[in-house]
């Protein structure tokens, strides 16, 4: 059944529902093609609500019968759901139901991947299991049972029953129908137990396909770490006696926080260091940490309406950048974050796809689990931190978690409680979650008579979302640093309100140098006329981790797009500054690593559009090899030393601290490569015993032309590994020269292992291409039309990957002529496919414009 005209859904018209659901009996009979579902649920009738219209939503589901009070009743029913008539006095409901596991591919809903049942309810998957009011406004407790010849049997809540083929799970904490969950199948726990603060013990486990269960010690460390961690920092402790993450194979996201039983897509879970990269576990540890915490931030206290996403997403995303900075580098993790806000947000929010954090209409929810939602609505989160202080934050949150748990709320809600601590008022903060698009702010200097003057002036460009932005509140973190480097002003958290605002600095002997927007702490586009040897200065000198890299980054921006424009040689300081990173053993390793990464091509690319030039992909793909060539050359003498010094003779850790010295390490080899033509990334592979160093050595041959009998034998080593082939596909097309990739992405969509309907292989494949900035370009247009040809076969299978990966197209703008109407004529190709989900309907139709 396909979607009928797309319907557009608004926040203005929210409406309760006219019935409480006092509890929820599901009962399923397993069949991979015949799955029955019964239903019992108690409702009763809000005396509050005068809407009483009895609506439940169901899809892709055969009522075999339906029971009110147990009399049999004929609703009318819909491709969306149905309606009955019913009591005005509380009532049960009771409906059986069929569904195809096996026939979903769209993985939401009930489904099956590879043997196991799984399922993924939000955001609105669980009107694909049975009839229900599905609604994250409507909580309820929940009793499932569960029938099935297989060893494993998981719901939510705590097991009642557990025995061969059958179980009882119950789940005391009132939840909406998106947390559900239930698993079933053939799998292996790895076990452990926590116990929290106030003593309660709790079962842990990972369960897993068998051959997997040497993977997952890693996750359930990080797991136990985030419990103790979410206790410690925020006083909340876990509310049930178990705790049970499952990994699936097939998924469309990294994972999903339902309640007691989190699934994660296996990338995001298991790991060992032969087959994990640092920059995995890393994730992994993230990811487990995330999902955890949305058992406070999302469950126990939910969203009244999807509107309402970023209350849960943005607070949760900053509550993981904190763990994950009190668990690794502070410095380290907000320079990784902005790379990534950089790369994935910006261009959302500076293109066609722009909308608020909290969006005011959609027509499909699941395409706005973005960037801008999840990271933008975590820095919105970090600016409030910021204004209002440590302690008044941590009160906030004590009255949030104190007045809200058991409830269903909203934006409103969350800055109330801001409010009432502080005494400030909020409405123009509030502007951060009502308008698109990310401001640019402007400085300008005076210095006089011992007074150094900052003025600030913001615009945000007006979009479709936000035709007439209003200048937002902007905390701007300065210090200021005199001639010889030292501080002369500590940092100070500038509170930006105005259009045009001036701060004045007194008393000083003489003009400084000033450091603006330590740590990033505006999610804005800084805009400063300034001279190579004030971002040199900076990059030697700043007392501020974050705008000591930035410094860097500018430099190296600033002579890339000169490079790609003209014919200028690359920058003196630039490399000068690099060198001097280089040698530098007092920094970080990790941190060094970060410092060395050029910005990537994309960003160059709109980097050169805002500045008002066209960007080229080849030309900024050849000035970023320019680039490294010459400070391969530059810094021809330190590397020896600095590969040395990053040797581990230690165990393989994937902490920070050997994380860092193998980052640094891989950075120094992919220059020495350009250097030695490969011997020594050579010598690496064949040592590496872990995957970091295996994936780097092979990344640096690949991307020196060089390589091919080590990705044939990777390969053969590690064909039986689904996450490590994964890595395989992408490897080669994100290496490949810009005239190759489209022909290596295409050579690998006919391999025997491009499994097109598993998300991950897709990704790895397709994504991998988008990601290669020059060959995606390609000036002939075949990137986008393999692109585009993919997304039309995928569309019917599995429309929320489809319309996810619309948006690599979102920046086509951007471009020439010639590549524009390329572009077009794919979106207008894709628009056109007969029966186009609403998902991909809608991506298509923001992207066009
Ligand atoms: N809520 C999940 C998270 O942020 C993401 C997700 C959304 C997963 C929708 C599946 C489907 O952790
Ligand atoms: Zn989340």
Known sequence: MRDAAPTTIYLKDYAPFGFHVESVHLTFELDPRATRVHSRIAFRPDPDVADRRFFLHGENLSLIVARIDGETVAPDITDAGLTCAVPDTPFVWEAEVQIDPAGNTALEGLYMSGGMYCTQCEAEGFRKITYYPDRPDVMSVFTVEIKGPHPVLLSN????????????????????????????????????????CSGKPVDLNIWVRPGDEGKCAFGMEALKKSMRWDEEVYGREYDLDVFNIVAVDDFNMGAMENKGLNVFNSSAVLASPETATDANFERIEAIIAHEYFHNWTGNRITCRDWFQLCLKEGLTVYRDSQFTSDMRSAPVKRISDVIDLRARQFPEDQGPL???????????????????????????????????????????????????????????????????????DLSQFKRWYSQAGTPRVHVAETWENGTYTLTFSQKTPPSAATPDPQPLV??????????????????????????????????????????????????????????????????????????????GRALARETLMSMATSDAAPDADYLDGMLAVLRDDGLDPAYRALMLAQPGQSELAAALAQSGSTPDPDAIWQASETLKQALAQHAQDVLPRILAGCRIEEPFRPDADQAGKRALGGAALALVTRLDSGAQAAAQYDAADNMTLQLTALSCLLSAGKGAEQLAGFYDQWKLDRLVIDKWFGLQIVQAAPDQAVGTARDLTGHADFNWQNPNRFRATLGSLSMNHAGFHTADGSGYAVLADWLIKLDPVNPQTTARMCSAFQTWKRYDAVRQDLIRAQLERIAATPDLSRDTTEMISRILG
């Open 354 to 424: 722009a909308h608020p954090v909290r969006p005011e209409s959609f027509q499909e929810i699941n395409n706005f689990y973005t960037a801008t939602v999840y990271e933008k609505g975590a820095e919105v989160i970090g600016m409030l931190k910021r204004l209002v202080g440590d302690a008044a934050y941590a009160e906030a949150l004590d009255l949030y978690f104190a007045r809200h748990d058991g409830q269903a709320c909203t934006i409103e809600d969350w800055l109330a409680v801001f409010a009432e601590v502080t005494g400030r």
């Open 474 to 551: 902007l905390p701007i973190d300065v210090g200021l640093l005199g001639a010889n480097g030292d501080e002369v002003r500590a940092t100070e958290t500038l509170e930006m309100t105005e259009a045009t605002q001036s701060f004045a600095f007194e008393g000083l002997a003489a003009k400084p140098v000033p450091s603006i927007l330590r740590g990033f702490s505006a999610p804005v586009v800084l805009e400063r006329e300034t001279d190579a040897a004030e971002r040199a200065f900076l990059l030697a000198h700043d007392t501020d981790a974050f705008n000591r890299w930035e410094a």
């Open 157 to 196: 809540g705590n097991p009642q029953q557990q025995g061969e083929g059958h179980a009882i799970w119950h789940d005391p904490w009132p939840k909406p129908a998106y947390l559900f969950a239930l698993v079933a199948g053939d799998l292996l726990a790895h076990p452990d137990s926590f116990t929290t």
